[in-house]
């Protein structure tokens, strides 16, 4: 008698293996991006929750991050511009300093000599 039941008991575990293999190894064909809806036994996109968020299994999904981007792209913007306003910067201090000390002053006036035999006063 136990036997028997033992034997039902294992008949009842191999036929529920069976029925739940080919749906998991269905779901498990489902992408990243996808859920497996069992009512219509195929993958469908995690995009459709937001349509319809009542489908059942879309808690599946990963949540979506609504959050946009766009403080990274204005702060990659104001720091190119602040390194390029700093590179000209220097760039003009350096060849204003450059000129500055290379540049050689003519005389204003040409030195007079107050004394001296060549000098006739």
Not at 46 to 64: F, L, R, W
Not at 71 to 86: E, G, M, N, Q
Request: hydrophobic share 40%; glycine share 4%.
């Amino acid at each position: 008698m136990a036997s028997n039941a033992l034997r039902a008991l294992c008949g009842l575990i191999v036929a529920v293996l069976t029925h739940f293999h080919p749906v998991s190894a269905q779901k498990s064909q489902c992408g990243s991006s996808e859920f497996w809806n069992s009512d219509l036994d195929v993958c469908v996109p995690c995009a459709s929750c937001k349509q319809y968020p009542k489908t059942p299994s879309c808690n599946t999904c990963k949540p979506v991050e609504d959050s946009s981007d766009m403080w990274k792209l204005a702060a990659i913007t104001s720091f190119s511009v602040l390194a390029l306003v700093l590179v000209g910067a220097a760039l003009i201090i350096g060849v204003m300093v450059h000129r500055r000390k290379s540049h050689k002053r003519p005389l204003r006036e040409p030195i007079e000599e107050t004394a001296g035999p060549l000098y006739q006063a």
